[in-house]
């Protein structure tokens, strides 16, 4: 049985259903931690959003393939995009952040022009950018 996506079309949206406020319609900065708990689930959003997750939260799904996810992971999604962890019934807090921001907050811009050309936005990656602290 296959599972149902959930597309996520404007911020606005995002927010509410991370129980947060929308201060801009094109643009967020969420601090995810103060989002409300969640189901696991798959979703399509309307517009990027680059994710810099702080604590391993399961295998996610990229795509149709598993995706090298854990603490220190940065993700990084273009509209239109499947991305998500299959539910299992549980809840769960997220933490880390998130910045997303619609097609037409950079339509007509260098920026907008060029952004189909950073891989990293794009399923033909195959493996998680990680960060990790600077050591002495």
């Known amino acids: 049985m296959e599972e149902k996506i959930q597309n996520i079309e404007s911020i606005a949206e995002y ?3 991370l129980g947060l406020e929308t201060l801009h319609p094109l643009v967020s900065v969420i601090n995810l931690s103060e989002a409300q708990k969640m189901k696991h689930q798959r979703h399509t959003f309307g517009f990027y959003i680059i994710f810099l997750k702080e604590a391993k939260c399961g295998d996610i799904i990229y795509g149709r393939q598993y995706y090298d996810y854990q603490e220190g992971t940065v993700v990084c999604l273009a509209p239109g995009q499947v991305i998500g962890i299959e539910d299992n019934g549980e809840t769960y807090q997220p933490r880390g952040w998130a910045l ?4 037409d907050l950079i339509r007509g811009t260098s920026l907008g022009n060029h952004i189909k050309e950073y891989s990293y936005f794009s399923y033909e990656v195959n493996e998680a950018l990680h960060l990790s602290q600077k050591r002495a």
């Open 15 to 17: 927010n509410t259903l």
């Open 100 to 103: 997303c921001f619609h097609p």
